[in-house]
Each structure stands twice: as structure tokens, then as C-alpha cells.
């Protein structure tokens, strides 16, 4: 299989309801601070080899069954925008035409349906927090939703940035995933919800710098930002 041409370069629509009043110019609008899902077509051929003996519906059948074995979001990146990636998926029928020139047997397109946010690369190497004051900076224009892991023993009062998040009776390394809304720790190996340790809303990274800081014992916070833009 060979890209046809580059897909656009789509930035992600913003989830906005415009709402017309009487007597008014304009609009009301109600911004819900989220975006919505893009779709992203990749026209493509496909390349037999051996047209002697293979045809599109050998060569197809393969294809669908690499995009479509697959379940839930994956992992997503173009070789001319290697520093970020995305989440997409193959979830519309996929189609392709037989054709018998130059050096291949079928073309069609992948339909990839994708989630709003292109992710940093660099936003999933974790970062390792020692010392209180430490920052972190965002390098993009959007909030994060990070994964954050305190290790550490009693109770803790966790600053990041301007936000406070009070963790109670800490005895094993308590993981707050802003993404996932959720809180847990692992014993055994064996991931356990600690949402009852945790009280007030889990942090996002702001933008700019953001600092750690905290009352109690902790040896450590490993972070992964996830930054990301559209």
C-alpha cells in the first residue's frame, strides 16, 4: 500500500452552539470548551506483488484486515508531522477499484475518523519531580490532561500550578489521570481505584510554566503532560 496524496491539514472543529435572540445582532454563543472529532481521508493504491498471480481482492482483503482487526483508538502518525501523533480509527466500510495500470491493482482511500487533539510526541516521556518549585512547560496553546504519579506515605496536599488536590492516607504510589478522570494505585500488580484518597478536582497543565509543589512526604512525582494541540 502507497499514499496517493498527503490528507489536509485539518484542524479540528470547535464545539460551539450559536443561538439567534430577537432583537439582538448577531449571536449567542456557547462555547463547551471541547472540539469535535475530524475526519480525515488518506487516498491510497495498492501494489501487488505479483500481478501474475494476485488481484485486488487478494490485495484488499489483506488491507481491510490489518485496518479493521484492530479495536478502539490507535496510534496515528505522518511521516511529515513525526512530532506529534493522534488517535484514529477505521470505522466507515472501506472500498477499493480494481485498475490494471502502471505498477498497481487497486486504489481507494482510508477513512480515518480521528480525535481532535495531535499529541507531543515528547508529552509522553515522563518526567521525574524531586524537588519542590520544579516546572514543567507546556509548549503548546491548550490545556493538558496529565497522568500523576506521587509517591510518598501519610497525607499530602499536592500544588499544581494554582490548583490544590488533597490525597489522604497515602501508603502505596496513587496515579491521577486527568484524562481517564480517575484515580487508582496499584497492589500486586493489580490496579485498585483510590477516588476515595482524593478530594477537589484532578489538575490539567496549564500554559506556560507550571509548578510543583507540596506539603508532606513524597519521594517523587513522575508526570506525563500528554501536550497536545489541534
Known amino acids: 500500500m502507497a499514499v496517493r496524496e498527503r490528507a489536509p491539514y485539518t484542524a479540528a472543529e470547535r464545539n460551539v452552539e450559536f443561538t439567534e435572540v430577537t432583537g439582538r445582532h448577531g449571536a449567542l454563543m456557547i462555547d463547551r470548551g471541547t472540539f469535535k472529532q475530524v475526519q480525515e481521508e488518506v487516498p491510497v493504491y495498492l501494489f501487488a506483488s505479483d500481478r501474475a498471480t494476485t488481484n485486488i481482492r487478494a490485495e484488499a482483503n489483506e488491507l481491510f484486515s490489518w485496518l479493521k482487526s484492530a479495536r478502539g483508538w490507535c496510534e496515528l502518525t505522518y511521516s511529515d508531522d513525526a512530532r506529534y501523533f493522534m488517535k484514529a480509527t477505521v470505522a466507515a466500510e472501506l472500498s477499493f477499484q480494481e485498475v490494471f495500470y502502471l505498477f498497481y491493482v487497486g486504489e481507494g482511500a482510508i477513512p480515518f475518523i480521528r480525535q481532535p487533539q495531535r499529541y507531543v510526541q515528547d508529552g509522553r516521556r515522563v518526567r521525574t519531580i524531586t524537588t519542590k518549585g ?3 512547560t507546556n509548549p503548546e496553546q491548550f490545556e493538558s490532561q496529565p ?3 506521587v509517591y510518598g506515605t501519610g497525607d499530602i ?3 499544581v500550578g494554582n490548583k490544590t488536590v488533597v490525597l489522604k492516607g497515602v501508603t502505596d504510589p496513587i496515579t491521577l489521570d486527568t484524562e481517564m478522570g480517575n484515580s ?3 497492589v500486586n500488580g493489580i490496579i485498585v481505584p483510590a477516588n476515595q484518597k482524593v478530594s477537589n478536582a484532578l489538575p490539567n497543565l496549564g500554559l506556560g510554566d507550571t ?4 506539603i508532606g512526604n513524597v519521594t517523587k512525582i513522575e508526570v506525563v503532560p500528554r501536550w497536545w494541540t489541534i
Do not use: E, Q
Open 134 to 136: 520544579t516546572t514543567l
Open 147 to 149: 497522568k500523576i504519579t
Open 157 to 159: 496536599t499536592l500544588y
Open 184 to 186: 487508582y494505585t496499584s
Open 211 to 214: 509548578a510543583f509543589d507540596w
